[in-house]
């Protein structure tokens, strides 16, 4: 395939990546899943048309921070996998020289945790601080 032009469509970047010798290095299982996500990506709606249907010197952070908001809908691991695929696909064009810059590592990523503690965590933690006031009391 043809290296794309500055002014290409993110399909059409999207579409260099899957057929890349990078893609083609990861596994089987890793292809299949950058694939579906990817494909989800350039369907994801963001302001009356298709995310794959803009061209990449048009995309801005607010298109890309308005699909992610669409992913987390599906949940944060989704969202997060989504980004990340898509980041790998723009930087493999990025290191032909097709961009300068990636507007994608400038979307903040949500985390699974609040506060960096699981809800384990935070039951546990209150279950001992429980046992410590009972405890005291009892003394």
């Given at each position: 395939?043809?290296?794309?032009?500055?002014?290409?469509?993110?399909?059409?970047?999207?579409?260099?990546?899957?057929?890349?010798?990078?893609?083609?290095?990861?596994?089987?299982?890793?292809?299949?899943?950058?694939?579906?996500?990817?494909?989800?990506?350039?369907?994801?709606?963001?302001?009356?048309?298709?995310?794959?249907?803009?061209?990449?010197?048009?995309?801005?952070?607010?298109?890309?921070?308005?699909?992610?908001?669409?992913?987390?809908?599906?949940?944060?691991?989704?969202?997060?996998?989504?980004?990340?695929?898509?980041?790998?696909?723009?930087?493999?064009?990025?290191?032909?020289?097709?961009?300068?810059?990636?507007?994608?590592?400038?979307?903040?990523?949500?985390?699974?945790?609040?506060?960096?503690?699981?809800?384990?965590?935070?039951?546990?933690?209150?279950?001992?601080?429980?046992?410590?006031?009972?405890?005291a009391g009892a003394a």
């Amino acid at each position: 395939m043809k290296i794309p032009k500055g002014n290409a469509k993110l399909c059409d970047i999207i579409e260099f990546y899957l057929v890349s010798s990078t893609f083609a290095r990861l596994s089987g299982a890793s292809q299949k899943d950058y694939e579906l996500h990817l494909r989800a990506v350039m369907n994801t709606p963001v302001e009356g048309k298709t995310l794959g249907n803009y061209r990449c010197t048009n995309i801005k952070v607010r298109h890309l921070t308005q699909a992610y908001e669409h992913w987390l809908k599906t949940g944060i691991r989704t969202a997060n996998y989504r980004k990340s695929v898509l980041s790998a696909a723009w930087k493999y064009a990025m290191r032909h020289d097709v961009m300068t810059h990636n507007p994608i590592s400038l979307v903040q990523a949500r985390s699974g945790h609040q506060g960096g503690y699981s809800g384990a965590s935070n039951r546990l933690s209150h279950s001992l601080r429980q046992d410590t006031v009972t405890s005291a009391g009892a003394a």
